[in-house]
């Protein structure tokens, strides 16, 4: 039934449309603010592209759920500038040291390391900002539970503890254990963050946020081992960053834990898995159903 849904939904239309609002809503979050030298550090990395898969999924959840999804706009834009941020440290010569991110040199390459840890910074509170204070229509209870699940998801429960286990376990081998919590922390724990607070901006029901739960712990965990597949598949021109990094700093990923096939054939089951849970309200589902396809099917 499901699968009926996701092919009678235009996909491509749908994204096209979500990515053009979500550009524009980011556009106008970074106003005309000083100091001039950090808003343009600010917009480089958030304006230079990219997927927009998080925000996205943060407007699809609160539809799902019910709720207009421009009443999610504000949230979807703080989950764009927390992972933006958390890409510009990423880059950074004391994390992974890439010279290249969404085809373009990275930020501390253009403004230097302090101005991007800087802009970094800014942008991960300008995200709570967003919620906070620049979110009309949305009651103050739901607020307070977003601005929450954004601490955790952005803080040591979530993107800092799984990089710092990333960094730990670097040019050593680790178990499949291991990657995975590395993966749901680094990678998955803000895709969760997405769907949940979409969810939760329009008031669903504490079974539609479990069953969202399960759905983004499966594409976080298959997105992540798409990621390491393209990492070996793919070319730098492609993807806009650095190709076979993984490979070069003798890394732990999926493909080399399983092999390119098995990697694959368990970032289908996920996506599968991911889907199936959300068949109770697969008439409204089609763009998480078709989203999680994405993740499986993107080649960048
Ligand atoms: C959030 C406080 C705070 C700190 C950040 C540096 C750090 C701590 C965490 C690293 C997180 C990280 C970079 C995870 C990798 C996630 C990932 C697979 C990114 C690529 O995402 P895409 O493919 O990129 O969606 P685009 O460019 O399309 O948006």
């Not at 941020?85 to 990423?90: G, N, P, Y």
């Not at 390491?228 to 960053?241: C, E, F």
Request: glycine residues 8%; contains cysteine.
């Amino acid at each position: 039934m499901s699968s009926a849904v996701s092919t009678a939904f235009d996909f491509t239309a749908y994204l096209e449309g979500a990515r053009w609002r979500v550009e524009a809503a980011l556009e106008s979050a970074l106003g005309p603010e000083r100091p001039e030298s950090l808003r343009e550090a600010m917009r480089y990395s958030l304006l230079a592209g990219g997927k927009r898969l998080r925000p996205i999924l943060t407007l699809a959840a609160c539809e799902l759920a019910g709720g207009d999804p421009e009443l999610a706009m504000p949230t979807a834009v703080a989950m764009e500038m927390i992972h933006t941020m958390s890409l510009i440290h990423d880059d950074l010569p004391a994390m992974d040291n890439d010279d290249l991110r969404r085809g373009r040199p990275t930020n501390h390459k253009v403004y230097g390391e302090a101005k991007a840890i800087l802009a970094g910074d800014a942008l991960l509170t300008r995200a709570f900002e967003m919620v906070a204070l620049r979110t009309p229509g949305v009651p103050a209870e739901r607020l307070l539970q977003v601005v929450g699940e954004l601490a955790l998801a952005s803080g040591a429960p979530g993107l800092v503890g799984g990089q710092v286990v990333d960094l730990e376990c670097e040019a050593r081998q680790v178990d499949l254990e291991t990657l995975e919590y590395i993966h749901l922390h680094k990678t998955g724990a803000l895709l969760r963050a997405c769907v949940i607070c979409g969810a939760l901006i329009a008031g669903a029901s504490t079974e539609l946020l479990m069953a969202l739960s399960t759905y983004a712990r499966g594409i976080g965990l298959a997105f992540q081992i798409i990621d390491d597949i393209l990492d070996v598949t793919a070319s730098s021109d492609v993807l806009g960053k650095t190709a076979g990094k993984d490979l070069a700093a003798d890394k732990s990923t999926y493909p080399k834990l399983l092999g390119l096939e098995e990697s694959r054939r368990r970032a289908d089951a996920l996506v599968s898995e991911a889907k199936a849970v959300l068949d109770p309200w697969s008439a409204q589902a089609a763009p998480l159903l078709a989203l999680a396809d994405y993740i499986t099917s993107r080649d960048r």
